[in-house]
């Protein structure tokens, strides 16, 4: 449950460096695509989890946490989602994926060279880190609540705030 949190945090404060020295790195966009889309698929997985494991919990209190936290953490898995396909694209044409699937189908040449100019504009301008602040702000709410499903409503400051806001608790 926490290594997709570690990936998308990780991944948000990367895209969230705008410094030239940073942006300059070769390596760079590989790591925050990475990042992403690892964070993206494992939090997929975690979410197929927590719905089996929600099985076991009975109550109205503790069952309205954990519809609130699904709901959450499908809206944070959706808005990282749409990066993490902005940077598949990307990452395909520099790792040769689409020359393999061009040469299988060319027709999408035209199609091809319009996606990815977008694309690698999308990634460069810096336009994917508003997405990746409102992805993180969705994450600390999704967790905050699932700390309250997990250790109550005092289990720190933070869920409590949150607790507190969905009527948790007065």
């Not at 990936?7 to 020295?21: A, M, N, Q």
Request: aromatic residues 12%; contains cysteine.
């Amino acid at each position: 449950v926490h290594f997709p949190i570690a990936f998308l945090v990780l991944y948000t404060v990367l895209e969230c460096i705008r410094f030239e020295r940073i942006l300059a790195l070769p390596w760079i966009r590989s790591v925050r695509g990475m990042l992403v889309m690892l964070g993206t698929v494992t939090a997929l997985l975690a979410r197929q989890a927590g719905e089996f494991d929600a099985r076991q919990y009975t109550g109205e209190y503790v069952r309205r946490a954990i519809e609130l936290h699904a709901t959450w953490a499908n809206a944070t898995i959706a808005v990282y989602g749409v990066v993490a396909l902005w940077y598949a694209l990307i990452l395909a044409e520099e790792w040769g994926v689409w020359g393999w699937l061009l040469q299988k189908l060319p027709r999408l040449t035209s199609a091809h060279a319009w996606l990815i100019v977008r694309a690698d504009r999308i990634t460069q301008n810096g336009i994917l880190m508003p997405l990746a602040i409102v992805g993180c702000m969705l994450l600390l709410v999704a967790g905050a609540l699932g700390a309250l499903v997990a250790y109550g409503p005092v289990a720190d400051p933070f869920v409590t705030f949150i607790a507190q806001k969905f009527g948790f608790i007065q």
